[in-house]
């Protein structure tokens, strides 16, 4: 009976929607660390850039779900056959996403390796520096090698959807802890008012917030899930409703994780250093168990990021041959295997997992503004589109979001430079 019940629930995982699989990749290591990280230094007073990057976040799955629906297309085989040099912009965006793409990796490698690291450190007190730095890089050759085998194997899937229920698990859990120390409900409003805090340290959680907010990755595989799952024609509606629903979840679970940050970590003056002192978060809700749900969740949420993470390359060329998803192929297990390669970078070097893991999210806004850019000029090609081009209100939407993704590009150069 629990099997067929489990079987059940993993059926229906496989038949969401595009957007609740693009979530996968915006919901992860990055994002926990910068919610929790910005909430316990500055309380809910960046909450507005939260609400803006996760509106943002609909009005872009939503037009790169528009094209995809209409023309029956996907964005980077789009992008090279449709605009003016568009072989040359493909390559450029192809290079941007996998570059910024294989950072990210490397940073979550090295979370989710120094978030063991951190446990045997609490079972085997008196653990060295030297020994710590062994286990780390081994634990994150150890990850990146069996995601890689289970890649190509092409046996992965169900242990995706489990690891999709533990991440599940641990963003209920910050949402209902939001509610156990709730911040004074005046503060969570005047969070929407634009404010930027006098700190050094402002441009850095508002660059990594959109960084891990507004995916560019899931912008441009988008197309892809929704061709794979036969979505065209007469299911404009329903492709709209899945990215609201994917940038709604995006806004609340990003939001309950900040929220909860602010009414724990923030009064208490407690700021984040290392992995486990985020678990604090959840110590209203699980108690002495908070670490067990923590690790579990932030592990979970690691390793369910690797496996996207692993394939773009090879998805994002297959897309520019094809305008199809391919995997299996001679290409895919070389570019895979590379990529896990670039992934042991930063545990190789022993950056700090916590600093890295922000860094790694500011690179992710660089190559936003030509992934926006892009996307409105197609959308307003009356060959490509025909009479199903946007108005002008939508239009405006897109441009919005270019500026923005523009001015936090910017505050993503001067975040770095204060980071390295």
Not at 50 to 67: E, I, N, P, Q
Not at 207 to 231: C, Q
Not at 305 to 325: C, H, K, N, T, V
């Amino acid at each position: 009976m629990p099997s067929k019940f489990f079987k059940k629930i993993l059926s229906k995982i496989a038949l969401v929607g595009p957007g609740l699989i693009c979530l996968g990749f915006t919901i992860g290591t990055g994002s926990v660390t910068s919610m929790v990280k910005s909430g316990s230094e500055y309380g809910t007073s960046l909450f507005w850039a939260l609400a803006l990057s996760a509106f943002f976040t609909f009005v872009m799955s939503d037009a790169y779900g528009r094209y995809a629906v209409i023309t029956g297309d996907t964005a980077i085989h789009g992008v090279k056959n449709h605009l003016k040099g568009g072989k040359f912009w493909a390559i450029v965006l192809i290079v941007g996403l996998v570059v910024s793409q294989w950072i990210s990796l490397s940073s979550v490698l090295n979370i989710t390796s120094n978030t063991v690291a951190e446990v045997i450190k609490l079972c085997i007190p008196g653990v060295s520096a030297k020994a710590s730095y062994w286990i780390v890089l081994c634990t994150a050759i150890i990850i990146a090698g069996t995601v890689w085998y289970m890649l190509n194997k092409g046996n992965y899937s169900t242990f995706e959807k489990i690891l999709s229920i533990l991440v599940a698990l641990m963003g209920l859990s910050f949402i209902i802890s939001m509610f156990i120390e709730l911040p004074d409900p005046k503060d969570i409003a005047a969070g929407f008012i634009p404010f930027i805090p006098k700190s050094v340290d402002t441009f850095i959680f508002l660059a990594a917030f959109v960084g891990t907010t507004m995916s560019s990755p899931t912008f441009v595989m988008r197309p892809l899930f929704i061709k794979s799952k036969g979505w065209e024609g007469n299911v404009r509606k329903i492709q709209t409703v899945d990215a609201a629903v994917s940038a709604g979840l995006t806004f609340l679970i990003s939001a309950s994780i900040m929220i909860c940050a602010a009414g724990v970590l923030f009064p208490r003056g407690i700021r984040i250093e290392k992995v486990l002192d985020m678990i604090y978060v959840l110590e209203p809700l699980a108690g002495r168990f908070a670490v067990a749900l923590f690790v579990v969740g932030l592990l979970s949420a690691g390793l369910s990021s690797i496996f996207p993470i692993m394939m773009l390359a090879p998805q994002l060329i297959s897309d520019y041959r094809s305008g199809e998803m391919q995997s299996g192929t001679k290409l895919f297990k070389i570019l895979t295997a590379v990529a896990g390669l670039c992934g042991l970078t930063i545990p190789i070097l022993g950056f700090n997992p916590i600093i890295a893991t922000i860094a790694a999210q500011i690179s992710l806004v660089f190559v936003l503004p030509l992934v926006i850019l892009l996307m409105i000029i197609l959308l307003n090609k009356k060959k490509v589109m025909g009479n199903d081009r946007p108005g002008w209100f939508f239009t405006l939407l897109m441009t919005f979001a270019l500026i923005f993704s523009c001015l936090v590009s910017y505050t993503g150069v001067v975040a770095l430079g204060k980071l390295l």
